[in-house]
């Protein structure tokens, strides 16, 4: 079984996030860059099905240069080989992005594609739906538990109020949620091993993919912040407090 | 032309929270000058039906499908998008409008902003980014525009009255290659965590599942739902529909306990629009005392029995 697994360079979660001050974009000075918390899942899980099915592993970053860091470490992880469309620094909407996977699946051909839910830039949580449209191939998005067999995939899906379960015929997207695994570390013989992998870049004119963009953005700005209120020292102070406030429903 | 927004079924019902999606939709018919309709997909019961009338749309446009999948909700979409003419296509961005908006898009060759938190023109929106870190002004290019809205920034719709006309459509087809299999639903007699009024949430500082009782009595006399950390559904002390935050629900509740919660950004960006933020923590130095408006450092195992006590003392006294 043949996997693609489109993986984004985001920021580290837990770097502290500033407008430059013209606030024409992030202040990238001080970030430690990685694959998008959920793409590393995503990337995990494909490795798991593999060890089960045995096939190949797919990485495909949409990006610039510098995103051939993340491919890497993915390739270390365990991945096969990897896939840069170089963009040169151009910016693309989700649709863009979406429509170039489009036309990396169809010379790929796989058999299941496992993304991220959400990009946590941008937060848009659209492009895993957005191919599969395009595709017209089923989606499992926010995936808690994926169980392949016989061509399907039967998969657990987070919803409002519960879980929910879904089979799909493959090929189909499969987007992944915080729950359905923990991704391992890059070994140190996995670093090795994948400097030697295969790492195809393909630069983005040579797709001949409109790039013009259905949405842009406009401006960034930092929304007020909310202030920190009063410390009270003990439980009754609280209430007071809470009553003075109004914030009691009763 | 015209705007379609999407009112959610449940149980037959229409979901409370879908009615934000209503807001935004007068929001942009006042901006635009065009009529609003409603889309019910799925199984509205007669009763469900009446209502949606009542919200002031032009047409309530139906079209029965038996279970949901994206898929087959997007052919309806489409369907009803054909019939109306509609330019915009608005939705909540709940779990399900997070699924089914972009595919819509995609199908109708639209622009799509994700979780909208502002109208400003027909074609101009704010929403967030980077965990809430950034406001963004995205403009949607395309003649046609799908918008998933966040509920916390916009109100539920009231019913405006007058009588909306009803048309039936028959589902003009189905997806084969998906099928659901079954909704495991989370029972809770609580509120639902996105429209209550108090939200109480624990964090790992509750340290076993056990102790999850302790705030259930606070809950109860606050007529409260429960929401919980990342780390306490991670550790499958509480399902994932508790989760608060950046990858799970937003709320603005009137007023929001944090129990033993850090308040990492992920966490804030979930809850920071809240009324009333007050942090119980037993770390002088956690973040989240950056964004409560009152803060009470203390051991939670005896803090929050002792403010249940008291609150429901108080609350005795005020029936
Ligand atoms: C991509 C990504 C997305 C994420 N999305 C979310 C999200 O949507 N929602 C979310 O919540 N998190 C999210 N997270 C996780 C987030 O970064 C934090 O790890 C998480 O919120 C921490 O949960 P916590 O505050 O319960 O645990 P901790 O950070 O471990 O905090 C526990 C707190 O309890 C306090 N405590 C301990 N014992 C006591 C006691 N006896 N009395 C009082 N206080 C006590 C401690 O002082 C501490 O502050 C995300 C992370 C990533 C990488
Ligand atoms: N530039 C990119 N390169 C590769 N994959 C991407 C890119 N942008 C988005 N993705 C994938 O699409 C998912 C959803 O992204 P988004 O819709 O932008 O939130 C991500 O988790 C990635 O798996």
């Known amino acids: ?250 | 032309m015209s705007i379609l927004t999407l009112l959610e079924i449940k149980d037959g019902q229409i979901k409370k929270g879908s009615l934000s999606a209503v807001t935004c939709a007068r929001q942009i018919a006042e901006k635009t000058g065009l009529p609003y309709n409603i889309a019910l997909v799925g199984n509205p019961s007669d009763q469900a039906i009446d209502e949606a009338a009542e919200f002031g749309a032009k047409t309530v446009y139906v079209v029965k499908v038996p279970n949901y999948t994206a898929e087959n909700y997007k052919i309806a979409v489409e369907q009803i998008v054909n019939e109306s003419s509609a330019k915009y296509f608005v939705a909540l961005g709940s779990a399900m409008g997070k699924d089914l908006a972009p595919r819509v898009a995609a199908k109708l060759g639209a622009g799509m902003g994700s979780e909208i938190i502002e109208v400003v023109d027909g074609e101009t929106f704010k929403r967030l980014m980077y965990a809430g870190n950034i406001i963004a002004t995205i403009k949607i290019k395309t003649e046609k525009k799908v918008l998933t809205v966040r509920g916390t920034a916009f109100e539920k719709a009231q019913k405006s009255g007058g009588k909306s006309d009803v048309k039936s459509l028959q589902p003009a087809g189905t997806f084969d290659k998906k099928r659901f299999v079954k909704l495991e639903e989370t029972k809770s007699t609580r509120p639902e965590l996105t429209e209550a009024q108090v939200v109480v949430s624990v964090g790992r500082g509750i340290k076993d599942p056990e102790n999850i009782k302790i705030v259930d009595g606070l809950a109860d006399i606050l007529g409260a739902a429960i929401g919980a950390s990342r780390a306490v559904v991670d550790a499958g002390w509480l399902p994932n529909d508790y989760q608060v935050g950046q990858t799970g629900k937003t709320v603005a509740p009137q007023l929001y306990i944090a129990v033993g919660i850090s308040g990492a950004i992920q966490h804030v960006a979930g809850m920071k629009d809240s009324k009333v933020i007050v942090a119980i923590n037993k770390d002088p130095e956690a973040p989240i005392f950056q964004v409560a408006d009152i803060g009470l450092v203390a051991d939670l195992f005896q803090a929050v029995p002792e403010l249940t006590e008291k609150l429901k003392k108080l609350k005795e006294q005020s029936a």
């Open chain 1, 1 to 250: 079984m043949k996997i693609l697994v489109p993986i984004k360079r985001t920021h580290d979660p837990y770097s502290k996030i500033k407008l430059k001050p013209d606030g024409s974009g992030i202040d990238t000075s001080n970030i430690k860059f990685v694959i998008n918390p959920f793409d590393e899942i995503a990337v995990e899980e494909a490795l798991r099905k593999k060890e089960k099915h045995g096939g190949e592993v797919v990485i495909l970053s949409i990006g610039t240069q510098e995103a051939v860091e993340q491919i890497r470490t993915a390739l270390a992880m365990g991945a096969d080989r990897g896939i840069l469309v170089d963009t040169a620094g151009k910016t693309l909407d989700q649709d863009s992005i979406a429509r170039i996977m489009v036309k990396i699946i169809g010379e790929e051909k796989p058999d299941l594609v496992i993304m991220g839910k959400q990009a946590i830039d941008d937060d848009s949580n659209q492009v895993g739906q957005l191919l599969s449209e395009y595709l017209n191939w089923p989606q499992a998005t926010f995936a808690s538990k994926v169980d392949i067999q016989d061509k399907k995939a039967t998969v657990v899906r987070e919803v409002d109020g519960g879980l929910e379960t879904v089979e799909v015929d493959l090929p189909a997207i499969i987007t992944t949620d915080l729950r359905l695994n923990q991704p391992r570390y890059a070994s140190l013989p996995g670093i090795m091993k994948a400097k030697q992998k295969p790492l195809k870049v393909v630069k983005l004119d040579e797709l001949g993919v409109d790039i013009t963009p259905k949405v842009v953005v406009e401006k960034l700005e930092t929304p007020p912040e909310r202030k920190a209120g009063i410390k009270v020292k003990d439980v009754d102070e609280l209430i007071a407090k809470l009553k003075e406030m109004k914030a009691l429903p009763f």
